[in-house]
């Protein structure tokens, strides 16, 4: 059953970063295009991810010999709601500081945390995530990429297979890959396991996917027989499935699940406070920050469980499952409310953010998990299947 949410508060220490944070930006991102802020945490600028790392903003969470900063979820709770909440263009570290650092702090060896982990934090590293496959999708349990072992005198696995739907596999080092290491896809949650694939390695293909909005953000990855050394296995043989479920939980609770339509938002604030009436506006401004002040502090509570050492696998499918939701709805409800002020005209900045994210907001509910499975998950969590 769902554990009980308890309302959580960030502490001062942690609070206090958020000055610093909003300074850095307000300089930083100062002339960029709302449109382009749209795009923050797909939005893909290595130096960017750099200057954070020179500033010990990466890794907020990891232990200082590895070079983080032991500050916690909550630190990086609002290092996350400032970066998003300006647009900035997080991409190329995401998903390494996200999620696939945490992965290894917990289930790696000690070699692998002294290689990975300083080089995440130094912004020298990027990883992507291969989950999905073609004919799988969501359901990670039908996985059928395979490794097997080469041989007995040599270790290292041989890996043949496909991803897809793998966010910025074609810019990143490496990928951290569910894989199926004993049986068959009719085993579902038994016999995979987690590979760190070098995707510089031969018999690694990697193909951008163009949206549509012609960005190449996504990728299908391929291998074939990719020689992976014995230690690319994350944790223990056949415990994958454990492990990426405590991983998602990382993926799904941030405030990236609620923030992707702020630069819409702030650049249709900024035309209605030109506007002599604004009675409209109010109340779909109103529909909004009421979800979102739930939605806030929902989030904050699972950030709380992840920093009692928690995995809120069923909380944070709650979180994503809704958050998205009211992320497609922001570029509706905007819309609509432009349209009933058909006769004012609407400056073309505001126009293209609108039009962007009313094409990528279908995705909002694919990426991580599609609705029906994060429901799924939740009907368990609840007890109800």
Request: with cysteine; charged share 20%; glycine share 10%.
């Amino acid at each position: 059953m769902i554990d009980t949410l308890e309302l959580s508060t960030i502490p001062s220490a942690d609070e206090a970063l958020r000055a610093e944070v909003r300074t850095f930006l307000a300089d930083t991102l100062d002339g960029l295009e709302p449109d382009e802020r749209a795009r923050s945490w797909m939005g893909f600028d290595a130096g960017f991810s750099r200057q954070l790392a020179e500033r010990g903003w990466l890794g907020l969470t990891l232990p200082r010999e590895y070079g983080g900063a032991e500050r916690g979820h909550f630190a990086r709770f609002v290092l996350s709601e400032e970066l998003l909440g300006a647009g900035a263009p997080v991409s190329a570290h995401w998903i390494a500081d996200r999620q696939s650092a945490p992965l290894i702090l917990k289930y790696g060896s000690p070699a692998q945390r002294a290689f990975y982990l300083p080089r995440i934090c130094r912004a020298d590293a990027f990883f992507c995530i291969g989950m999905s496959e073609p004919g799988a999708g969501s359901d990670l349990a039908g996985i059928r990429t395979r490794a097997d072992p080469i041989s007995a005198e040599r270790g290292g696995w041989r890996l043949n297979g496909s991803k897809i739907w793998t966010t910025n596999a074609h810019r990143s080092h490496y990928m951290i890959a569910l894989v199926r290491t004993s049986g068959t896809p009719e085993d579902r949650h038994q016999g995979l396991s987690q590979l760190i694939v070098d995707l510089s390695l031969p018999g690694v293909t990697v193909r951008p996917i163009q949206d549509l909005t012609g960005d190449a953000h996504f990728s299908e990855v391929f291998f074939d027989n990719v020689e992976l050394p014995a230690d690319a296995l994350i944790g223990e043989e056949g415990a994958g499935w454990a492990q990426v479920n405590a991983e998602l939980a990382f993926e799904r609770s941030g405030p990236e699940r609620l923030y992707s339509s702020m630069a819409l938002l702030e650049c249709w604030l900024t035309h209605c406070r030109g506007l002599s009436d604004n009675t409209a506006s109010r109340a779909t401004l109103g529909a909004i920050l009421s979800q979102m002040a739930v939605l806030r502090a929902l989030s904050l509570a699972v950030a709380g469980k992840l920093a009692a050492g928690a995995s809120p696998a069923t909380e944070a499918a709650l979180v994503k499952d809704l958050g998205t939701e009211l992320e497609q709805r922001i570029p509706q409800l905007i819309g609509d409310a432009l349209g009933r002020q058909a006769d004012v005209p609407t400056p073309l900045p505001l126009l293209r953010t609108l039009a962007y994210l009313e094409q990528i907001a279908p995705t909002f509910s694919l990426r991580g998990g599609t609705r029906e499975i994060l429901r799924g998950i939740i009907a368990r969590g609840l007890g109800l299947r």
